[in-house]
């Protein structure tokens, strides 16, 4: 039988045809992501153990096999702290039963912002597993953007939302609602930036590295900007702000070289904060898109928006890092831990 070979706009038009779904598949497939011969231990063993044993207790590389489970999967002990664990102990596929495919087509789902209950459907999983992957995986992924540093020309801003008690009820033993309940999408009782607001300091850079948190209630402060973005920029680099006065002591204490800017739109050069301004925009219509977001949640969810919507690399690249670093991150979450944290940022 002789060899089917298919020009380049034949094997476009065949990739038009395909659905969400088997697009997603096929992505997958040329990222490398599937590897249906795996195991998930096997998977996260040779993820997390590249470069070297290590006790997810202790830190100490001196560990050594201890036999097997009745399953088959490799045990170890740790000979500094006497701890015995498998590859899974404390990431956060610890405790389920779940195969790697599984994992794959969830990380799939969040690449394409999927909802919960999509997520939910496409992986064969309950609605409430699904809430609670979502959130264990982009716990895991806040540890990895914690280490992310700013260099070159750097903009920042602050952008402000009202306060989301969106999943706490007022019957809960645990939860004081603070004000009266109002719609979804209608407006805040107070004008200017009162205590109804949360506020969020972002930072990005031109080489796509980005950094954002919800710090207070209200105007942010000189020691908020200082507590998010205090060694987290490159000595001498230019930071390009607008007006707000507190970004003067992080520049001084940083050694940066402050660029303020009276307009948003305004230019000295090649200095501009626009960039700031349309992450500021596409982190509001990533938000929107999920009808509301809580705002205990809300730091998850600027995670997830850096790396899907930010960051440069592509979508394989994108794919690979959530997967590989999510599955073999140490850290240590009960379902429960999830829905119990504090309803504001602390």
């Known amino acids: 039988m002789d060899d089917v070979k298919l020009t380049v706009n034949q094997i476009i038009d065949a990739i038009k045809m395909l659905t969400s779904s088997e697009y ?3 992505i997958a497939q040329l990222s490398g992501l599937h590897r249906p011969e795996d195991s998930i231990d096997a998977y996260i063993e040779e993820q997390r153990f590249n470069n070297g044993r290590a006790c997810p207790a202790c830190g100490s590389n001196k560990v050594v096999r201890n036999g097997k489970r009745k399953d088959g999967v490799q045990k170890f002990c740790c000979k500094e702290c006497g701890r015995a664990f498998v590859a899974k102990s404390s990431t956060i596929a ?3 039963r779940k195969p790697l495919d599984t994992w794959i087509k ?5 690449m394409n912002w999927a909802t919960v ?3 939910a459907e496409r992986c064969n999983i309950s609605e409430h597993t699904s809430f609670i992957w979502r959130h264990k995986i982009l716990d895991a992924m806040r540890i990895m953007m914690d280490r992310v540093t700013l260099e070159g020309i750097v903009e ?3 952008a402000y939302l009202p306060i989301s008690y969106k999943g706490n009820h007022k019957n809960s033993k645990g939860f004081d609602m603070q004000r009266a309940p109002r719609k979804r999408g209608s407006e805040i009782h107070k004008r200017g930036l009162s205590n109804e607001l949360v506020c969020i300091p972002c930072a990005v ?5 980005s950094i954002g948190k919800a710090t207070n209630i209200g105007q942010c402060s000189s020691e908020d900007i200082n ?6 920029i490159k000595d001498q680099s230019s930071f390009c702000t607008d007006g707000n006065s507190v970004y003067r002591k992080l520049t001084k204490e940083e050694n940066l070289n402050l660029i303020q800017l009276k307009g948003g739109k305004a230019k000295k050069g090649i200095y501009h904060i626009q960039h700031i301004n349309s992450y500021h925009s596409d982190l509001k219509r990533f938000l929107g898109f999920f009808k509301g977001v809580s705002t205990k949640y809300l730091n998850n969810y600027i995670v997830w928006n850096n790396l899907v919507n930010f960051a440069k690399e592509t979508y394989q690249e994108k794919a690979s890092m959530f997967l590989n670093y999510v599955l073999t991150a140490t850290i240590s979450e009960r ?5 119990n944290r504090p309803p504001l940022p602390e």
């Open 24 to 26: 997603n598949d096929f």
């Open 94 to 96: 610890s405790g389920t």
């Open 106 to 110: 969830y990380i799939e789902c969040m």
């Open 117 to 119: 209950r999509e997520s």
């Open 156 to 158: 920042a801003d602050e």
């Open 205 to 209: 850079d031109r080489n796509g590295q």
């Open 227 to 232: 507590g998010l973005l205090g060694g987290k």
């Open 335 to 339: 379902f429960e831990d999830v829905a």
